[in-house]
């Protein structure tokens, strides 16, 4: 089963995902912070994780700095939630494999997303 990390400080927005992700029988787990997702994607190796980029602590910009920086988690796909696409772009890590979804958010689009970075149907 395909595992997806959700890193959001929204515990409202995680509850919903999740529900949509087990619904289309995807495996999730959570994290609230930046932080604390680094340690869960460690722990967890996803197959994706949904990020959100405005949070305090560590923003999801950072956390994927992180990421990329780590040689088992740098090709873990991203899917960015945001409030707002007005951000630099060029802060976001190339070579790997993201999608931007704004917030409120298309649940749909999200399991396509899925998809399409996990070559899964």
């Excluded at 305090?56 to 796909?77: F, H, R, T």
């Excluded at 976001?92 to 999200?110: A, H, R, Y």
Aim: glycine residues 4%; contains cysteine.
């Amino acid at each position: 089963m395909t595992k997806i990390l959700i890193i959001d400080d929204d515990p409202d927005l995680i509850k919903i995902l999740s529900f949509y992700l087990k619904n289309a029988n995807y495996e999730s787990s959570f994290a609230e912070d930046g932080e604390n997702g680094l340690k869960k994607a460690v722990e967890d190796k996803p197959d994706l994780i949904i990020l959100d980029i405005q949070m305090p602590g560590l923003n999801g910009i950072e956390v994927a700095k992180k990421l990329q920086a780590d040689e088992s988690l740098k090709n873990i796909p991203i899917i960015f939630l945001t409030a707002t696409l007005d951000f630099d772009r060029s802060e976001i890590p190339e070579g790997s494999k993201i999608k931007f979804i704004t917030k409120p958010c298309d649940f749909n689009q999200i399991i396509e997303y899925i998809k399409s970075l996990t070559n899964t149907d």
